[in-house]
């Protein structure tokens, strides 16, 4: 495939018809038709790049096609031809008559999707039809299209969905194509695509205009077919360990899970201010104190923060708890599910990443996070766990806050800077300081440390996973810790959820809980520099 999705024959130019019923004359083509006359109209609009144009002139010529768009919806209708479409039942996508061709040559077959190319050749029309699987070639002659119906073939544009039904054939240059006996406008298209020898290239318009870059770039559209190939995997990895899918609350009287900003909102009827959610984690582990074991949940959190190549302020999670379990188990089905996972997707547990060959295989590497700490920032943890340390720290290594210089800021933003980056290969970093940890268990000779981990690839962070606490008088003096940090300037600090703390003294087993990233997963696995570029519709500023 080319990098616009085409057949292997090279971008083609669209025949335009400025005055429907016009004879279009020859078109420049390529594959089964012959290069003969200039590119079109439509091509020109969207700028081709292969001459220079006043925005004026630009400006002017896709006007010109706009206009001779929508006069091709009265030459439908005069047709007798609904421009907007009806019920077609496809038999086959463009992958099924390709890769079926031995059994399916001769036979008849309707399929459906985007015309993306448009050629005449003498007495013939080549077209390329886009669908989800790929794209198949149509030709249309008279003979098998009566020539009033082949004429009306020739008025269709690039960019409109139809339906075509004929004979799968293979041509006299080997294309494998669909002989058209019949066709249907199935939806008019009333602006033109991007030029398709660049296709839509301005990454901000691709992320504002998705649904055209899913058309244009074929890779795009293989990148979301990933994630949702990923996204099932998950499940069913999961569900065949006996995890229950469930789904909690998005609005929340009380935030918590996680250290980050709300988006707050107001529920009217209730006059009461709600917050979104910014993890899952509260409410699956009550459901754990309910006796379900094993839950997991993959949903939407939303967190009131900046955006970069790997934040968005809304992004798919994954989290589950199993109950009788903790964090070396954690450890233990992170490295399955992910390896299982890189498996299903490419059949290897090797994948590149921006130019780096990343081995999800088990085991994975194993690091302390004092250890991190002292060789790859060279700090001591112990000089950073009191306020002067970490103010101190913070001097020396000018550090750049963007809240108090308390021992978390500092840590976590040490982490970011020395540790994180250096680690390509998937590490295990484990265990976490209490004051970086409000809801994982103490470690009981080293009280300061808690059973959590963090798992980073290719210097990011993808999973977090701790031995759930589930001492309800350390988790009441956790949050009365956060509630400290909060009084100080630390908007980012737990609440008090006193319900929570009911349903630990409800009884909560030991328990492993696991949260992993769902777009930063599908980053690795499609070798995308951006969480944007896995996001469909990533959150962008107005324009002006």
Same mark, same amino acid.
Not at 60 to 77: G, I, P
């Given at each position: 495939?080319?990098?616009?999705? /085409?057949?292997? &024959?090279?971008?083609?130019?669209?025949?335009?018809?400025?005055?429907?019923?016009?004879?279009?004359?020859?078109? !420049?083509?390529?594959?089964?038709?012959?290069?003969?006359?200039?590119?079109?109209?439509?091509?020109?609009?969207?700028?081709?790049?292969?001459?220079?144009?006043?925005?004026?002139?630009?400006?002017?010529?896709?006007?010109?096609?706009?206009?001779?768009?929508?006069?091709?919806?009265?030459?439908?209708?005069?047709?007798?031809?609904?421009?907007? /479409?009806?019920?077609?039942?496809? +038999?086959?996508?463009?992958?099924?008559?390709?890769?079926?061709?031995?059994?399916?040559?001769?036979?008849?077959?309707?399929?459906? /999707?985007?015309?993306?190319?448009?050629?005449?050749?003498?007495?013939?029309?080549?077209?390329?039809?886009?669908?989800?699987? $790929?794209?198949?070639?149509?030709?249309?002659?008279?003979?098998?299209?009566?020539?009033?119906?082949?004429?009306?073939?020739?008025?269709?544009?690039?960019?409109?969905?139809? $339906?075509?039904?004929?004979?799968?054939?293979?041509?006299?240059?080997?294309?494998?194509?669909?002989?058209?006996?019949?066709?249907?406008?199935? /939806?008019?298209?009333?602006?033109?695509?991007?030029?398709?020898?660049?296709?839509?290239?301005?990454?901000?318009?691709?992320?504002?205009?998705?649904?055209?870059? *899913?058309?244009?770039?074929?890779?795009?559209?293989?990148?979301?077919?990933?994630?949702?190939?990923?996204?099932?995997?998950?499940?069913?990895?999961?569900?065949?360990?006996?995890?229950?899918?469930?789904? +909690?609350?998005?609005? =929340?009287?009380?935030?918590?899970?996680?250290?980050?900003?709300?988006?707050?909102? =107001?529920?009217?009827?209730?006059?009461?201010?709600?917050?979104? &959610?910014?993890?899952?984690?509260?409410?699956?582990?009550?459901?754990?104190?309910?006796?379900?074991?094993?839950?997991?949940?993959?949903?939407?959190?939303?967190?009131?923060?900046?955006?970069?190549?790997? =934040?968005?302020?809304?992004?798919?999670?994954?989290?589950?708890?199993?109950?009788?379990?903790?964090?070396?188990?954690?450890?233990?089905?992170?490295?399955?599910?992910?390896?299982?996972? !890189?498996?299903?997707?490419?059949?290897?547990?090797?994948?590149?990443?921006?130019?780096?060959?990343?081995?999800?295989?088990?085991?994975?590497?194993?690091?302390?996070?004092?250890?991190?700490?002292?060789?790859?920032?060279?700090?001591?943890?112990?000089?950073?766990?009191?306020?002067?340390?970490?103010?101190?720290?913070?001097?020396?290594? !000018?550090?750049?806050?963007?809240?108090?210089?308390?021992?978390?800021?500092?840590?976590?933003?040490?982490? #970011?800077?020395?540790?994180?980056?250096?680690?390509?290969?998937? +590490?295990?970093?484990? #265990?976490?300081?209490?004051?970086?940890?409000?809801?994982?268990?103490?470690?009981?000779? &080293?009280?300061?440390?808690?059973?959590?981990?963090?798992?980073?690839?290719?210097?990011?962070?993808? !999973?977090?996973?701790?031995?759930?606490?589930?001492?309800?008088?350390?988790?009441?003096?956790?949050?009365?810790?956060?509630?400290?940090?909060?009084?100080?300037?630390?908007?980012?600090?737990?609440?008090?959820?006193?319900?929570?703390? =009911?349903?630990?003294?409800?009884?909560?087993?030991?328990?492993? $809980?696991?949260?992993? $990233?769902?777009?930063? *997963?599908?980053?690795?696995?499609?070798?995308?520099?951006?969480?944007?570029?896995?996001?469909?519709?990533?959150?962008?500023?107005?324009?002006?």
């Amino acid at each position: 495939m080319g990098e616009n999705g /085409g057949t292997g &024959r090279g971008g083609m130019e669209e025949l335009a018809h400025p005055r429907p019923g016009r004879d279009p004359g020859q078109r !420049a083509t390529e594959g089964d038709g012959a290069p003969v006359a200039p590119a079109s109209v439509d091509a020109h609009a969207a700028g081709t790049g292969r001459e220079a144009v006043a925005p004026e002139a630009e400006g002017a010529r896709l006007q010109e096609v706009l206009k001779a768009r929508r006069a091709k919806l009265e030459f439908w209708r005069r047709r007798g031809v609904d421009p907007f /479409g009806r019920r077609y039942d496809v +038999t086959h996508h463009a992958r099924d008559v390709l890769e079926g061709f031995p059994q399916l040559e001769g036979q008849a077959v309707r399929v459906a /999707g985007r015309l993306m190319a448009l050629r005449r050749h003498g007495r013939a029309a080549f077209a390329d039809l886009q669908d989800v699987t $790929g794209r198949i070639q149509l030709l249309a002659r008279v003979g098998p299209l009566p020539e009033e119906d082949y004429r009306a073939f020739l008025e269709l544009d690039r960019g409109d969905w139809v $339906g075509a039904e004929g004979t799968v054939i293979r041509t006299r240059r080997g294309e494998i194509s669909v002989e058209v006996t019949d066709f249907v406008l199935l /939806g008019k298209s009333l602006y033109p695509l991007p030029e398709k020898w660049h296709g839509l290239q301005n990454v901000d318009l691709r992320y504002r205009q998705r649904y055209v870059d *899913l058309i244009v770039n074929p890779r795009v559209l293989e990148t979301f077919k990933i994630r949702a190939q990923v996204i099932r995997e998950i499940r069913n990895f999961l569900d065949r360990r006996g995890f229950y899918e469930v789904e +909690t609350p998005v609005l =929340h009287l009380i935030y918590g899970g996680a250290a980050a900003r709300p988006f707050v909102t =107001h529920h009217n009827a209730l006059d009461l201010d709600l917050y979104l &959610r910014i993890a899952l984690e509260l409410h699956l582990k009550r459901l754990i104190v309910g006796g379900m074991e094993r839950v997991y949940e993959i949903g939407r959190v939303f967190r009131n923060e900046g955006i970069s190549t790997r =934040h968005n302020p809304e992004f798919t999670m994954l989290e589950l708890y199993q109950a009788f379990s903790d964090y070396e188990g954690m450890m233990e089905l992170t490295e399955q599910l992910v390896s299982h996972v !890189a498996r299903a997707v490419h059949g290897t547990t090797v994948v590149r990443y921006q130019g780096q060959e990343i081995d999800f295989a088990p085991p994975w590497r194993r690091l302390s996070f004092a250890e991190a700490l002292e060789t790859m920032a060279g700090v001591r943890l112990d000089d950073v766990l009191t306020d002067e340390g970490a103010q101190r720290v913070a001097r020396e290594r !000018a550090l750049e806050l963007t809240k108090a210089p308390t021992p978390a800021a500092v840590l976590d933003e040490l982490v #970011d800077v020395y540790v994180q980056p250096r680690l390509i290969q998937p +590490t295990f970093l484990y #265990d976490y300081p209490v004051v970086l940890s409000p809801l994982a268990r103490r470690i009981p000779d &080293r009280p300061h440390l808690a059973y959590r981990f963090e798992a980073l690839v290719a210097g990011m962070e993808i !999973a977090n996973a701790f031995s759930e606490l589930n001492d309800p008088d350390d988790q009441r003096r956790r949050f009365e810790e956060q509630l400290a940090a909060r009084a100080r300037g630390d908007d980012e600090a737990h609440q008090m959820d006193e319900d929570y703390i =009911h349903a630990l003294e409800i009884g909560l087993p030991a328990t492993g $809980g696991l949260g992993i $990233g769902i777009d930063r *997963l599908v980053m690795l696995l499609t070798d995308s520099p951006s969480i944007r570029d896995v996001i469909l519709f990533p959150l962008m500023r107005p324009r002006d």
